[in-house]
C-alpha cells in the first residue's frame, strides 16, 4: 500500500489504527501489516472463500444506515455465505474506499462495528486494502472460512421428492427498505433485520455435520431467485406453498392491510436466511430444529418451480428477485 492522506488520518495511520484494533487469533500465523495474511490449514478441513461488494447508493443510503451498522452488515452478509456452505467463518479481509466526507470518526464506528460483528463469529479482520475515493463510500470483504472434509453444502444436489425448508422469516428487510424509502420509520425488528442480519452459522453447521441437507444457500437476491440457482444447478423442480411462508408479526400485519406486500418475501431479498433440501420430510418437527426452521415446499420432477395460493391454484409473484444488471 502506498499512503494518501484522508482527513486528518493517513492512509497508513487508519491501517495502524484498525491493525491495534482488531489483533490477531490462533489460526493466524501472520495477520494485518504484512503483504499476505498466513492463516494455518488442517489437514481435514477444505477453505471457504467469499467475497462481496458494498457500495453506496447501490447496497446502502448512509442518510438512514449509521457506520456502526454499515460496519456490522458487511461482515454478516459476508460470513452468510459461509453459513451456506455448512463452513465456520475464520478470517476476514476488507477493502475500503472512501472520499473526505467521510470523518476519522465515521471510520472509527465503521471499523467498531465491523470488530464486533466479526467477534460475534470468532473471526478476525486479517488484511485488506484502503484508497480514496472520488465517489460513493464501496466496501470489499472477503471471507475465509473452512468446513469438514466432504461436508460442504453446495446448491447441486437436490432430487425430486426432497422437503424444501428456509429458516427464520422471510420479507422483513424488504419492506423495511421499502418504508424507508418513503421516508417512513420501519417497526423495530424489520428496521433490525434490514441494518443488522445475523448470518445462520451455527444453523449450517448442525445440518452441515448431520448430514441433513442435500443442497442449500443463503437468500440474499430473494426467495425465489435463489431457490431458482438450486433447481437449475439440480436440474430438478420446486412447488411451494404460498400459506407456508415463514412471516414475521410485524410483516404479517402489514401483509393483512396490503396482500400485495406477499411478494416481497417471496422476491424482495436480502433476508440471509438459509434455503435448503433434504430428504427429512419433518425436519422441522424435531425438537433441535422446531422454531428455526420452515417446511415451505417439495421439489418436483422437471424444470418448472410454482408457487401454490391458498385456493391451490399458482400464485404469480409481480417482482422478479434482484438483479444487478437487470
Given at each position: ?54 457500495i453506496e447508493g447501490v447496497h446502502f443510503t448512509r442518510s438512514w444506515t449509521s457506520m456502526e451498522q454499515l460496519g456490522r452488515k458487511a461482515v454478516a452478509v459476508n460470513v452468510s455465505d459461509i ?32 470488530l464486533a460483528e466479526a467477534q460475534r463469529y470468532q473471526a478476525v479482520l486479517a488484511g485488506g486494502d484502503t484508497c480514496r475515493s472520488p465517489g460513493p463510500l464501496m466496501l470489499s470483504v472477503t ?6 472434509k466432504g461436508r460442504a453444502i453446495c446448491r447441486r444436489g437436490a432430487a425430486p421428492g426432497e422437503a424444501i425448508y428456509v429458516s427464520g422469516t422471510l420479507g422483513g428487510s424488504a419492506l423495511a ?150
Amino acid at each position: 500500500m502506498t499512503e494518501k492522506p484522508r482527513g486528518s488520518l493517513s492512509e497508513f495511520g487508519l491501517i495502524r489504527q484498525i491493525q491495534q484494533q482488531a489483533g490477531g487469533a490462533d489460526h493466524l500465523l501472520k495477520g494485518i501489516g504484512d503483504d499476505c495474511a498466513i492463516q494455518r490449514q488442517d489437514g481435514s478441513k477444505e477453505l471457504l472463500v467469499s467475497t462481496d461488494l458494498l457500495i453506496e447508493g447501490v447496497h446502502f443510503t448512509r442518510s438512514w444506515t449509521s457506520m456502526e451498522q454499515l460496519g456490522r452488515k458487511a461482515v454478516a452478509v459476508n460470513v452468510s455465505d459461509i453459513a451456506a456452505m455448512g463452513g465456520t467463518p475464520k478470517s476476514l479481509f476488507l477493502g475500503l474506499a472512501c472520499s473526505k466526507a467521510v470523518s476519522d470518526q465515521e471510520l472509527q464506528e465503521f471499523t467498531a462495528g465491523f470488530l464486533a460483528e466479526a467477534q460475534r463469529y470468532q473471526a478476525v479482520l486479517a488484511g485488506g486494502d484502503t484508497c480514496r475515493s472520488p465517489g460513493p463510500l464501496m466496501l470489499s470483504v472477503t471471507v475465509l472460512g473452512e468446513v469438514e472434509k466432504g461436508r460442504a453444502i453446495c446448491r447441486r444436489g437436490a432430487a425430486p421428492g426432497e422437503a424444501i425448508y428456509v429458516s427464520g422469516t422471510l420479507g422483513g428487510s424488504a419492506l423495511a427498505l421499502q418504508l424507508l424509502q418513503q421516508g417512513k420509520r420501519p417497526p423495530a425488528e424489520l428496521e433490525r433485520q434490514h441494518h443488522t442480519p445475523t448470518a445462520q452459522v451455527e444453523l449450517g453447521q448442525k445440518l452441515a455435520e448431520a448430514c441433513l441437507a442435500t443442497a442449500m444457500l443463503d437468500i440474499s437476491d430473494g426467495l425465489l431467485a435463489d431457490l431458482g440457482h438450486i433447481i437449475a444447478a439440480s436440474g430438478v423442480g420446486a412447488e411451494l406453498q404460498l400459506s407456508a411462508l415463514p412471516l414475521s408479526s410485524e410483516f404479517r400485519l402489514a401483509v393483512e392491510q396490503n396482500p400485495q406486500l406477499i411478494d416481497l418475501a417471496l422476491s424482495g431479498g436480502e433476508d440471509y436466511q438459509l434455503l435448503f433440501t433434504s430428504q427429512e420430510q419433518q425436519l422441522d418437527q424435531l425438537p433441535e430444529f422446531a422454531g428455526l426452521i420452515s417446511r415451505i415446499g417439495t421439489v418436483s420432477e422437471g424444470t418448472e418451480m410454482i408457487v401454490w395460493g391458498p385456493d391451490r391454484k399458482p400464485y404469480e409473484c409481480s417482482r422478479s428477485g434482484f438483479d444487478h444488471f437487470a
